[in-house]
């Protein structure tokens, strides 16, 4: 099976793979449907989850149901218990969204919700990270997960983040990352889809963050907060949930 899903992930488009996950979600939730792990973004119980990764596969980490990895639970959780997201209203931005949070985000009547993306038929506005439609200082919440490791110039993508949001205003930008590494490496003249893939962990990441992603991002303007919510769960809540240990969220303010 990873195998399978390893060719899958490498062989299809990403849209065209959007797509044709909607019509296999409810086959594979039966399949696997059990107690052992729970998805906290829908509620929904599996007997195991199924492996993800375009080179290294992991085991265990892409629920039958929302499609979740790891950090995205992570962040439902943190957004459910930690934030007022899902009772106060507020403007939100949202880069390349998720399947597991497009519907859900959409239905809360409370937030005024727009999605954006240079090539995901989930996006609302079609834009450049780098060069954004949108007014300074607009939004309220902004969410690019994953986002700025496809980015050649992600200096102009997060001064374009910093400037549409609100003063005040909460930024969440995960990244892959390797926190035993102090700096990020890139190279500009890789571009073997191949050797991306050994150096980068994916075909089309640009960059491997190391800890001081931080500090970029400090240097850009932001207040962050460097949050590990799994310190704040219990053992237990880590394991059912098929969470990373240890992994960080980039909580971004604008003062």
């Given at each position: 099976m990873k195998k399978l899903f390893k060719f899958i992930l490498n062989t299809i488009p990403r849209p065209l793979l959007i797509r044709l996950s909607y019509m296999v979600r409810p086959i594979l939730s039966l399949w696997l449907r059990g107690d052992t792990y729970t998805d906290p973004i829908d509620g929904k119980s599996f007997s195991r989850f199924l492996p993800y990764g375009y080179g290294k596969q992991r085991d265990n980490v892409l629920s039958p149901s929302t499609l979740s990895l790891e950090r995205h639970r992570l962040l439902w959780l943190f957004l459910t218990h930690e934030t007022e997201f899902f009772t106060a209203p507020a403007k939100v931005l949202h880069f390349a969204p998720e399947q597991a949070f497009y519907k859900r985000f959409r239905n809360l009547k409370h937030l005024d919700y727009t999605t954006t993306d240079l090539n995901s038929p989930l996006a609302d506005v079609k834009a450049d990270i780098c060069n954004l439609p949108f007014a300074d200082d607009e939004y309220d919440i902004i969410f690019c997960n994953h986002v700025l490791e496809h980015i050649p110039d992600d200096t102009t993508a997060m001064q374009e983040i910093f400037r549409v949001l609100k003063?005040?205003?909460?930024?969440?930008?995960?990244?892959?990352?390797?926190?035993?590494?102090?700096?990020?490496?890139?190279?500009?003249?890789?571009?073997?889809?191949?050797?991306?893939?050994?150096?980068?962990?994916?075909?089309?990441?640009?960059?491997?963050?190391?800890?001081?992603?931080?500090?970029?991002?400090?240097?850009?303007?932001?207040?962050?907060?460097?949050?590990?919510?799994?310190?704040?769960?219990?053992?237990?809540?880590?394991?059912?949930?098929?969470?990373?240990?240890?992994?960080?969220?980039?909580?971004?303010?604008?003062?």
């Open positions: 003063p005040g205003g909460m930024a969440i930008l995960q990244i892959p990352q390797d926190l035993n590494r102090a700096t990020t490496f890139e190279d500009d003249s890789i571009t073997d889809p191949q050797e991306r893939a050994r150096i980068f962990g994916q075909y089309d990441h640009v960059r491997v963050y190391g800890r001081d992603y931080f500090e970029k991002l400090r240097a850009i303007g932001f207040k962050v907060d460097e949050v590990d919510y799994t310190t704040v769960l219990s053992k237990e809540e880590v394991t059912k949930y098929c969470l990373a240990p240890g992994e960080i969220l980039p909580v971004c303010y604008k003062p």
